[in-house]
């Protein structure tokens, strides 16, 4: 076999120009479109051609398991021809060599061209392109090895469409910069010559002028190429560029990776970048190997057909010390096949190689890549659950509700395995922006649409946004940290929606622990506990999520429009979300949301509780002005509770918690009385820190609305709706839009309030829901500020969503109150302190022993108890001990306990608690109140009338009225006391006036 190594660059092939080589965007469009369709097609793609028998390589599959990356490949052309011939030089033919003789240039800028490129005849039509340079044509583009001034030289002429022009392009440089002349050229086939068989290109005074006249060229010279010799029925070897970097499966500075599973699927994620852009390809496959051969079939889209289709290839392989080496030898015109505007493959390579009677073109492919590890799956994962504990919430990876998860269809379900709670929440941000933009306020957040996108806000070196990273490359954070031990049949369940879930599906589960675990994205933000204490997170000491959780979700989202690259920062994409939520613009605002929940004693607090971490970044815009402000802004927690049937709800708050809550509206609920058998729930979310960096009551107002009714959502989609939003912020009713407003007003007192529904359902008192809305499908609002904030500032707020059930839906809102004190002493604490308990002796000399027991995680070093009379006076300050001889366990146990006496009071006695920590006090508050005296006892009840029979019972349709007997059994006298009864079915219920014996 001879092995005459002819070198060619087909910068215009049949399927397309040559990246090396492109005309001007000005020249091509005066391109009749015929010739512009010819020459836009694809280029010829490895992926296209059908395998020769290959030869057995005797590999295991096995070998292949794993990601691959691509480390260069080899393609070489071998040409027979069935004759003897002289043909010119392609390497100097096709610019990659100068050829004899040059081009001269005349003008401003002088100087001579060498390198051509010369191609007749194509498509069989009478057609001359020529294209000529002072550089190496197929380095047009490599800027740092070029010679200046570059000049290039393009013309075609193809008079079967009556066409003939081109363009002379001179890049100078000055001061450092790139000047470029351009020349247009029409007409000039009496000024150039082409020789079709020795390829000689002569050009005689062709004279050229600018637009304006004012600067004038002048080119006339001869190029020559050499010649080389074929010898007939010898395979010729034939090097090209464009077989070398092009046929493969990358180009110039692209990468690429094979992913391989074992169970035959897998992905080719080719990517590249340049100065304007960058870009990722991925494309699935499914792949076998045996002993012999390595088969890869390629899944895409065919955009012209619009169908999927694939491409299927056949190699040998060897993997020896972490590479995989791959060949085949396949047939070019095969592979060509009639897609590329000509009848005959062999006189279309003639044409471009010169070569005569080709008989055969076989591409002998190379590829080298290296084994880069085993396959690390990113989870596709954009929804997940809160679900270690009763309390099971929903989120997706833009921080709005989703209701794909539950099977409620909604986005919290209380308690687990029951109905639904909440239908759908957010948090919503709104205030006067001072940012050159005069549209003010603004108001942006999620609520029923999503005015945010996942990512995360990019600065530049100088701390200026520049945008944001693609939503489509972020996902769930979603860890728990018994992952490895715990049963996650639950979890697959949930994920996957299945009731069995495959030991696949929890395996895949198993998988996105470990993938989170592995790389926790704290440089993000997300939280993790720092165990060796160094400020770097380390997978193999470090445990991520919240210190102590059972179970941390962790999302971030943005309202910046502009998308970059997270590698060089050049913004390729925009989305602005905002407009679509209330029709403001953005602010610039990163927002991180952190979800997390322990595993506890079922019916307790904590297991009926998800904590809401919410920080708010002011980022500000791109090519925003550097003073930009915020003022008068409020963030808010919106929710559209649904609990069980979402038609019979009421809402309320209290105000010294700030708890805003849902309770049902009547008695019995269509879902969990009928469809499980238990009392309605009452749910609430509780502010534990604010915005502001105020905690309990730092509520700036409670609004509230009912679906369909006068009082109704603010309206999506229009800036009315943001109008709407802030003033449900201020405290107001949505309706007439800011500047306007109405005020609430209690409908116990009839005077304006920024916190309507104040009043408490469980006793009947102050200001109710019903009293304007019947039962229905409520909203709430609970929003604190107002804040000012600078570009850069950082705010952080703690939601608290729990849930109680009592024993009818009014104890359950009690309940709710009740558990509300431990989870916000249980925050306080900073989460070190558990459960606790107070325990009343008997009454002794007109003392009650009270015992306080406090569980914690082990971290404090003592206790403190402090109890104060209902007066305000300080009664007891004393330790509680963790030593096994104070009623409180084993010593060192992390249990304390003190008992202590209390004088009888007619009032209650409020117990508080203060931590000692090896790095300070921490002062946690109020853990409950208790009472003395008493107890006071039902000891008798009479119907004093029944409006219908008149029997002395109480029968279903009547007015009752009851009179019940109360026996006091403390030492005080007590007066003006009430309450409320509830019956089990629906009597119309009143309050009753109590009296003593």
Not at 458 to 484: A, E, F, K, L
Not at 677 to 694: I, K
Not at 701 to 706: H, K, L, R, V
Not at 783 to 806: F, N, Q
Request: aromatic content about 12%; glycine content about 10%; charged content about 20%.
């Amino acid at each position: 076999m001879k092995q005459t190594i002819i070198t060619i660059t087909i910068a215009m092939f049949c399927f397309g120009w040559s990246q090396n080589m492109n005309p001007s965007d000005n020249f091509f469009s005066q391109l009749p479109k015929e010739i512009q369709d010819q020459l836009s097609q694809p280029s010829i793609s490895w992926g296209q051609v059908p395998s020769r028998p290959i030869t057995p390589s005797n590999r295991d599959a096995e070998d292949l398991y794993g990601e691959w990356e691509y480390e260069g490949d080899v393609a070489t052309l071998w040409v027979t021809s069935g004759t003897d011939q002289t043909v010119p030089n392609s390497s100097q033919t096709q610019g990659q060599e100068p050829a004899d003789g040059a081009i001269n240039i005349d003008g401003p800028i002088p100087g001579s061209m060498n390198y051509m490129m010369n191609m007749g005849g194509m498509y069989g039509y009478d057609m001359v392109y020529i294209a000529l340079s002072n550089n190496v044509i197929t380095d047009n583009d490599d800027w740092e090895n070029m010679t200046f001034p570059l000049f290039r030289f393009m013309y075609l002429s193809y008079p079967q469409y009556n066409f003939s022009g081109g363009e002379f392009i001179i890049v100078d440089t000055v001061d450092g910069d790139f000047v470029e002349y351009f020349y247009e050229i029409e007409d000039a086939d009496d000024q150039i010559t082409v020789d079709e068989e020795s390829f000689r290109i002569n050009i005689t005074d062709l004279t050229l002028s600018n637009d304006s006249g004012d600067s004038t060229y002048v080119l006339s010279g001869t190029l020559v190429p050499g010649t080389i010799d074929i010898e007939a029925g010898v395979p010729t070897a034939v090097s090209s560029p464009m077989f070398d970097e092009d046929f493969g499966p990358v180009s110039g500075d692209e990468s690429m990776t094979w992913q391989l599973h074992e169970n035959g699927t897998g992905l080719e994620i080719v990517s590249g970048e340049d100065y304007y852009d960058s870009w990722s390809d991925t494309t699935e496959l499914q792949w076998s190997a045996n002993d012999d051969s390595m088969t890869m079939v390629f899944l895409y889209w065919d955009d012209y057909y619009y169908e999927e289709d694939s491409d299927t290839m056949v190699f040998a392989y060897s993997v020896a010390s972490d590479t995989l080496n791959i060949s085949a030898t396949m047939d070019l015109c095969e592979m060509m096949d009639d897609d590329y505007y000509y009848g005959d493959c062999f006189e279309m390579l003639s044409m471009f190689l010169g070569i005569e009677d080709i008989q055969e073109a076989l591409m002998d492919f190379d590829m080298t890549m290296s084994y880069a590890g085993e396959i690390v799956d990113v989870p596709d994962l954009w929804i997940a659950p809160i679900n270690i504990n009763d309390m099971v919430y929903w989120i997706e990876t833009n921080s709005s509700y989703t209701t794909s998860g539950s099977v409620n269809g909604v986005q919290a379900d209380f308690p687990k395995g029951t109905g639904g709670a909440i239908y759908a929440d957010g948090i919503v941000w709104g205030g006067m922006v001072n940012d050159a933009n005069e549209q003010s306020p603004r108001v942006g957040g999620t609520t029923y649409t999503e005015g945010l996108k996942a990512g995360v806000v990019r600065y530049d070196d100088n701390g200026n946004v520049i945008g944001s990273t693609n939503p489509d490359n972020h996902h769930i954070w979603w860890i728990r940290p018994d992952y490895q031990t715990a049963d996650l049949t639950e979890d697959a369940s949930m994920i996957f929606q299945a009731d069995n879930p495959s030991s696949n599906q929890i395996q895949e589960i198993y998988n996105n622990y470990a993938y989170f675990w592995q790389n926790w994205p704290t440089e993000w933000g997300a939280p993790y506990d720092d165990v060796d204490g160094d400020g770097n997170y380390d997978p193999d000491t470090d445990i991520p999520g919240i210190p102590g959780a059972d179970q941390t979700i962790w999302v971030v989202a943005n309202d910046v429009p502009e998308i970059v690259d997270d590698v060089n920062g050049n913004q390729y994409d925009e989305w602005n979300t905002s407009i679509d939520l209330y029709g403001s613009d953005p602010i610039g605002i990163e927002l991180q949301v952190t979800l997390w929940g322990y595993k506890s004693e079922a019916g307790s607090p904590l297991n009926n509780t998800v904590f809401k971490n919410v920080k708010t970044t002011y980022t500000g815009l791109v090519g925003g002005q550097t003073d930009a402000s915020l003022s008068s802004f409020y963030i808010s927690q919106w929710a559209d509770p649904d609990l069980g049937m979402w038609t019979d709800d009421f809402v309320g708050v209290d105000v010294d918690r700030s708890l805003g809550f849902v309770y049902n509206g009547q008695l019995r609920d269509g879902v969990f009385n009928n469809d499980y058998n238990m009392p309605t729930p009452a749910v609430g979310y509780d502010l534990l820190l604010s915005p502001t960096g105020e905690g309990e009551a730092s509520l700036s107002s409670f609004s509230y609305f009912g679906a369909g009714s006068d009082i109704n959502d603010p309206d999506l989609g229009e800036y009315d709706g943001s109008l709407q939003f802030y003033n449900l912020m201020l405290g107001l009713q949505p309706r007439p839009e800011f500047p306007n407003g109405i005020p609430w007003i209690d409908n116990n007192t009839g005077q304006p309030t920024v916190f309507p529904l104040s009043g408490d359902p469980v006793y009947g008192t102050g200001d109710l829901d019903g009293v304007v809305l019947d039962p229905g499908d409520r909203r709430l609002v609970m929003s604190s500020g107002p804040l000012s904030l600078g570009l850069g500032d950082e705010v952080e707020m703690v939601i608290a969503l729990s849930g109680a059930v009592g024993d009818n839906h009014l104890h359950s809102v009690h309940k709710l109150k009740k558990d509300n004190t431990k989870i916000q002493a249980v925050f306080n604490s900073e989460f070190h302190l558990g459960d606790y308990q107070f325990t009343l002796g008997d009454p002794v000399n007109g003392n009650r022993n009270i015992q306080v027991k406090v569980e914690t995680d082990g971290t404090p070093t003592g206790a403190v108890c402090i109890i104060n009379d209902y007066e305000g006076a300080n009664v007891v300050n004393e330790s509680l001990f963790d030593d096994g001889a104070h009623d409180d366990g084993d010593a060192a146990d992390g249990i304390y306990s003190n008992s202590f006496n209390l004088p009888i009071a007619s009032g209650a006695y409020t117990v508080n608690l203060m931590l000692n920590t090896p790095e300070g006090d921490i002062v946690v508050g109020t853990l409950g109140s208790v009472t003395t005296d008493g107890p006071i006892d039902v000891t008798d009840y009479q119907i004093v009338a029944d409006n219908l029979n008149n029997d002395g019972h109480a029968n279903p349709g009547e007015y009752v009225y009851f009179n019940f007997e109360f026996t006091n059994s403390g030492i005080h006298a007590h007066s003006n006391l009430s309450g409320n009864a509830i019956f089990s079915y629906d009597l119309e219920w009143r309050r009753l006036l109590f009296r003593y014996s």
